[in-house]
């Protein structure tokens, strides 16, 4: 058994990371372990979260067992959780429940817990002292040590917890069942070392570790052989890439080799506002397959709260930054993250966050009311305000936030887009898909023209979508 440590997961140490780029293999005694049985996987958080769910998906496929959508049919069930905010708990002890029952008329039932909750202690002791049931818990730093993992819970019958409170390496090589044939998620690193005051994924992630150029090349070149048409970049800052690594090599040579695969569309998240440099600005604007699109967290419009919250810029520096990107990059639609009601932020304070939205006036937000996460700074700081004032805050954000949408939304009524048609719509008859800039339209078109990027002319504006029909104009 392995616990997690809050303690151990702060600290940041001055050891090069080590890559294991072995080839992965799962021992011959553990390949038909799961023979003729289901599992059942339910993801929460953030894309990288998704993706380890797609390794996950190809470990266990590895050991023979085919998934199920139905959590009823599975023998083992998996719950990749996130630790964001306050309410994932409830959320999985919520889905717990459901599984609990489902075990009393099935003991043979496996259930694992892993993702960034697993990380967290309070969780873990949780999960030993009042869910001895759940079978197995695993962390974000050993997601490739599945299949020891379940083998030891299921030859021993207990409970078996490995989670590590490590800085991390770099794991190659790890499997994985993509969700989908034309876009995929490609890490380009892990961890964060930013350690925003009110931010738990420092902790549950590791330090920041990014993937040697070569072997992201690679990988987004093999997606391109298999006839992938989009990859997004996936780390918690990727403009920081590289900088871990000691070599002269930062974001913007990234994304330049990656355009230069010929892939039809490149993506990235998430941007910190720090790092965003004029030369990574230059490159976007100089490869059309690099996608006008970034998401620029915000997170307040206070530089008080800013600085409370360690994030390293100022509301001028922020519009500074968002104005050039507006104006270098043609059509770049850019959307954020906010937070309310952080500890002590007065009216004014929150004034100055819809000051900003008033004059960004973004594609999009996620806004959120700060939540409490143990072991963080902003978890011990003041908190000022009553349920009440922090709903009604995130409410008048919320409007402002959604006038802006639509009126980006818009502004694309009777244009022609490119949209990468990529999975069936539940309207019937439609098919649905991204534009560049990343609006999500419902296309009423043939499933022959799934996996294709073809032009779109929308003909309705709703507040989250948009609907269109193909154009004949290529
Ligand atoms: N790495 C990204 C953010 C990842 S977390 C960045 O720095 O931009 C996604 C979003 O969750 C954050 O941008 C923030 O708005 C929100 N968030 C993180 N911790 C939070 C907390 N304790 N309470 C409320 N929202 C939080
Ligand atoms: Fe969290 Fe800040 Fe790191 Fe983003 S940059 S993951 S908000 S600590
Ligand atoms: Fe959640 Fe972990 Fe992502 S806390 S947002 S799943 S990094």
Redesign the pocket.
């Known amino acids: 058994m392995n616990l997690p440590s809050l303690k151990q997961a702060k600290i940041r140490g001055k050891e090069d990371i080590k890559i294991i780029d072995n080839d992965y293999v799962i021992p011959n005694s553990m390949k038909l372990i799961g023979k003729g049985k289901h599992y059942f996987i339910k993801t929460y958080g953030c894309q990288m979260n998704v993706h380890d769910s797609e390794n996950i998906k190809a470990i266990l496929e590895d050991m023979s067992y085919s998934e199920t959508l139905n959590m009823e049919d599975a023998d083992i069930i998996i719950l990749n959780t996130c630790a964001i905010r306050e309410n994932a708990h409830n959320k999985m002890f919520g889905f717990l429940g459901r599984v609990k029952h489902l075990k009393e008329s099935n003991p043979n039932i496996i259930c694992g817990i892993c993702g960034c909750m697993a990380q967290e202690e309070v969780i873990v002791d949780e999960l030993k002292s009042k869910y001895k049931w759940v079978d197995i818990v695993f962390g974000t730093h050993n997601i490739h040590k599945l299949p020891f993992i379940l083998k030891e819970s299921m030859e021993n019958k207990h409970q078996e917890i490995e989670v590590y409170s490590i800085e991390g390496d770099v794991y190659e090589n790890i499997p994985v069942k993509r969700d989908s044939k034309y876009k995929a998620w490609v890490n380009i690193m892990y961890g964060?070392d930013?350690?925003?005051t009110?931010?738990i994924?420092?902790y549950t992630r590791g330090k920041q570790r990014s993937r040697l150029p070569k072997d992201i090349i690679r990988e987004v070149e093999k997606l391109y052989k298999d006839g992938y048409k989009e990859v997004t970049l996936l780390g918690?800052?990727v403009n920081a890439y590289g900088k871990d690594l000691n070599i002269d090599y930062t974001m913007s040579d990234l994304l330049k080799d990656v355009a230069l695969t010929g892939i039809d569309r490149v993506r990235f998240i998430?941007s910190?506002p720090w790092d965003f440099n004029d030369k990574m600005i230059d490159t976007i604007c100089e490869y059309p397959n690099i996608m006008p699109y970034i998401h620029l967290?915000l997170?307040s419009g206070s530089d008080r709260i800013l600085k409370l919250m360690g994030?390293r810029y100022t509301k001028e520096e922020y519009i500074t930054l968002f104005n050039k990107l507006k104006s270098k990059i043609k059509n770049c639609a850019i959307t954020t993250d906010i937070i309310v009601a952080f500890p002590t932020e007065s009216e004014e304070d929150f004034n100055e966050t819809l000051d900003v939205v008033n004059t960004c006036k973004f594609d999009s937000a996620f806004t959120f009311i700060f939540s409490k996460r143990a072991g963080t700074p902003a978890a011990l700081m003041e908190d000022n305000l009553t349920e009440e004032e922090k709903n009604s805050r995130l409410y008048r954000l919320n409007e402002v936030v959604n006038k802006y949408a639509n009126l980006s939304n818009q502004r694309y009524l009777n244009k022609t887009v490119k949209v990468l048609l990529e999975d069936y719509s539940d309207k019937e008859g439609y098919l649905m898909g991204y534009t560049d800039t990343m609006k999500l339209v419902n296309v009423k078109a043939d499933k022959k023209y799934l996996g294709e990027i073809v032009d779109v002319k929308i003909t309705m504006i709703k507040t989250w979508s948009m609907d269109g029909i193909l154009s004949k104009k290529v």
């Open positions: 964060c930013k350690f925003c009110y931010c994924v420092p918690q800052n998430t910190h967290p997170q994030r």
